[in-house]
């Protein structure tokens, strides 16, 4: 089985810029979260989605935002790029919403330039 | 908001010692996760504790469970070079139909030979 997939691996953008992020998370499970994660730092919890609805939203700017689709999978979008947006983001995927381990994709690193 | 701390945040230790990380969250946890993220990589789970006082042992590494349910730690038993990584405490936050993982700064885990 695959695990959780996200694309791309590696990005690298202007201030200002918009970027996508994109993840398939694990077949069967229907929960996708999405973190960020700065260097020397824990994961920062961004969205959780369960079932194609928002079940969570995190500290952030309405520069964020993020969608599931039908077939589980998920995109994170930012707007207006800033260089404090650089960081690995990381896709978990789960089965359940509440009280599951979560499997984690190999992230993308953005760096905002 | 829910807060995790861990301490220390690097260690150092020679090949054959042994290494223990402390987390504390701020709120009582209905269950606590611990992952481990080797250097370039994401962070993988290695175990749930969900009761109290609870101790669970993998190999040489032994998970517990505060008996209050607030604090954990994590004991790894004569090191090896694999063990390098960051180990990261995460606690589940649930409220008004989310589920997010509150994650701890983690404790760097450095093994010299």
């Known amino acids: 089985d695959a695990g959780v997939t996200q694309s791309p691996t590696h990005l690298i953008k202007t201030r200002g810029q918009h970027v996508t992020l994109r993840c398939s998370p694990i077949s069967g499970h229907k929960s996708v979260s999405w973190y960020q994660q700065v260097l020397g730092q824990g994961p920062q919890f961004i969205f959780q989605?369960?079932?194609?609805?928002?079940?969570g939203r995190g500290n952030f700017p309405d520069r964020f935002s993020a969608r599931q689709f039908p077939n589980y999978s998920s995109e994170l979008n930012v707007n207006a790029l800033l260089l404090g947006d650089s960081a690995l983001y990381l896709c978990?995927?789960?089965?359940?919403?509440?009280?599951?381990?979560?499997?984690f994709g190999q992230g993308t690193r953005l760096t905002v330039v | 908001g829910q807060q995790v701390m861990q301490i220390p945040q690097y260690q150092h230790v020679q090949e054959g010692e042994d290494f223990t990380t402390y987390c504390n969250s701020s709120?009582?946890?209905?269950?606590i996760q611990w992952y481990k993220q080797r250097p370039g990589g994401h962070p993988v789970f290695l175990i749930q504790l969900v009761k109290s006082g609870e101790v669970k042992k993998q190999k040489r590494l032994t998970f517990q469970f505060g008996e209050a349910k607030k604090n954990s730690s994590l004991h790894i038993t004569a090191t090896q070079t694999t063990d390098v990584g960051t180990y990261f405490c995460?606690?589940?936050?649930?409220?008004?139909?989310?589920?997010?993982?509150?994650f701890g700064k983690g404790t760097k885990l450095s093994v010299i030979p």
């Open positions: 989605y369960y079932e194609k609805e928002e079940r």
């Open positions: 995460a606690g589940p936050y649930s409220g008004a139909g989310s589920y997010q993982l509150t």
């Open positions: 709120t009582t946890l209905s269950n």
């Open positions: 978990a995927s789960s089965s359940m919403t509440r009280n599951t381990e979560a499997f």
